[in-house]
């Protein structure tokens, strides 16, 4: 059942480093190249796509903003990520050129169903990234690649989250594997750090305890706001769906890039703001940007919560709460920069007396459009 914890959703977050290592397991061949033979589209069907179309709802369209930072750097192939209830309704353009991957916990999401078909009706191939064995979505597309996350009972999605960012990992590896692009020291690296990263999940969930801290300090807060650029947007996006689901409040996501162009307006004095700072290794001018804007939120009041990498000491004075990460490489940061905003939004909601894994008005699968 809950194996001692009080909320299936702490066991699920728990459990995120096997959750991440068992979607791996048995992927990786010795000599580090990917083995995914589910993916049941021919090798010269994969060379010939010019798109790559992402649809999912919610949590799983997270995981897709993030794929397509992953896809198109590795690949080079174009990549859309859209919202499946918006998808089929704007007529979109699609062949037996473009790979469509439909991402989605339950299998059973009625949005990502109906965007799936409208594609297969197009002559796409449909590859499903899906943690439910034998449910619809993988049964009506073209390949599936399970999540190995084992059930999610929470409604809240956590380690299901984790594993569909792997295997969205995965599946761009693999493409550039398949079609050569960019093959070569970056990705053989990259599949080796992604072999080791369930020990940083690992290293991230030991630290904790000053997130939960910090959570039951902000409980009667109306507003919390997110920031990050690149891979760490989506994270924001991510960090603010939990609190909007589980604690009930005003939770907002932004581009750090955008706040010049409206958001500041909404900073004022003790205002919480969660920022995600990408690796100052890497793209580091992203980094120096990102510094930047905590410094001018913080000029204006706002309580920054800053989100770095160890050894990130650029950060530290414009903090006022520091929590630490684990490096990694620039694409992979959301496996470990995720799982402080899940325990942040548990720690939160559950100090608000909240239902933390049955939240109000929310089902676990949305089988209606
Ligand atoms: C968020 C959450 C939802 C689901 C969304 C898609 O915590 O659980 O946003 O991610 O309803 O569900 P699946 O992945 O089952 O298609």
Request: net charge negative; aromatic share 6%; glycine share 8%.
């Given at each position: ?7 299936f959703?702490?066991?699920e977050i728990?459990e995120?480093?096997?959750?991440v290592?068992?979607t791996l397991?048995?992927r990786?061949?010795?000599?580090g ?12 069907e ?8 992402i649809?999912a709802?919610g ?13 198109e750097?590795?690949?080079?192939i174009p990549?859309?990520?859209?919202l ?6 704007r ?5 037996a050129?473009s790979?469509?991957?439909a ?8 949005d990502?169903?109906?965007?799936l078909r409208?594609?297969?009706e197009?002559?796409?191939?449909v ?5 439910t ?5 993988p049964r009506e ?5 399970y ?8 409604v809240?999605s ?23 692009t960019k ?12 072999s080791?990263i ?8 030991e630290?904790?305890?000053?997130v ?9 807060k109306?507003?919390v ?15 603010a ?11 907002e ?8 162009h409206g ?13 995600v700072?990408p690796?100052?290794?890497?793209r580091s ?5 990102i ?11 706002a309580r ?9 000491e ?7 709460h520091?929590?630490r990460i684990?490096?990694?490489?620039t694409l992979?940061?959301p496996?470990?920069a995720?799982?402080?905003l899940?325990v ?6 559950t ?12 089902a676990k699968s949305?089988?209606?459009?």
């Amino acid at each position: 059942e809950k194996g001692g914890y009080d909320y299936f959703m702490l066991k699920e977050i728990a459990e995120q480093p096997k959750a991440v290592a068992d979607t791996l397991l048995g992927r990786i061949d010795a000599g580090g190249s990917l083995t995914l033979d589910e993916v049941r589209i021919s090798a010269s069907e994969l060379r010939e796509l010019d798109k790559v179309v992402i649809v999912a709802c919610g949590t799983a369209f997270h995981a897709g903003l993030i794929a397509k930072y992953a896809i198109e750097h590795w690949t080079r192939i174009p990549c859309e990520v859209e919202l499946a209830s918006e998808f089929r309704y704007r007529d979109p353009i699609l062949d037996a050129q473009s790979l469509v991957i439909a991402i989605s916990q339950s299998g059973e999401t009625m949005d990502t169903l109906m965007a799936l078909r409208h594609a297969r009706e197009q002559g796409s191939k449909v590859l499903a990234i899906c943690n439910t064995n034998g449910s619809t979505i993988p049964r009506e597309s073209d390949a599936v690649l399970y999540t190995h996350a084992g059930p999610e009972v929470a409604v809240a999605s956590t380690k299901a989250f984790l594993t569909q960012l792997v295997a969205c990992y995965l599946v761009a590896l693999y493409l550039g594997q398949v079609r050569g692009t960019k093959w070569g020291d970056e990705i053989g690296a990259v599949i080796r750090d992604l072999s080791r990263i369930s020990g940083a999940v690992e290293q991230v969930l030991e630290t904790m305890e000053p997130v939960r801290a910090l959570a039951r300090s902000l409980a009667d807060k109306k507003t919390v706001l997110f920031l990050g650029r690149h891979v760490g947007y989506p994270v924001a996006l991510e960090g603010a769906l939990k609190l909007k689901e589980l604690a009930y409040m005003h939770a907002e996501g932004f581009a750090a890039g955008e706040l010049k162009h409206g958001p500041i307006a909404l900073i004022e004095e003790d205002l919480p703001v969660v920022v995600v700072v990408p690796s100052p290794r890497g793209r580091s001018i992203l980094h120096d940007k990102i510094v930047s804007n905590i410094q001018e939120i913080r000029a204006r009041g706002a309580r920054t919560i800053v989100i770095a990498e160890e050894g990130d000491e650029a950060v530290a004075p414009y903090a006022d709460h520091l929590i630490r990460i684990p490096a990694t490489p620039t694409l992979l940061q959301p496996l470990v920069a995720t799982v402080p905003l899940q325990v942040f939004a548990c720690e939160l909601a559950t100090a608000r007396g909240n239902e933390v894994d049955q939240p109000r008005n929310l089902a676990k699968s949305v089988t209606v459009e």
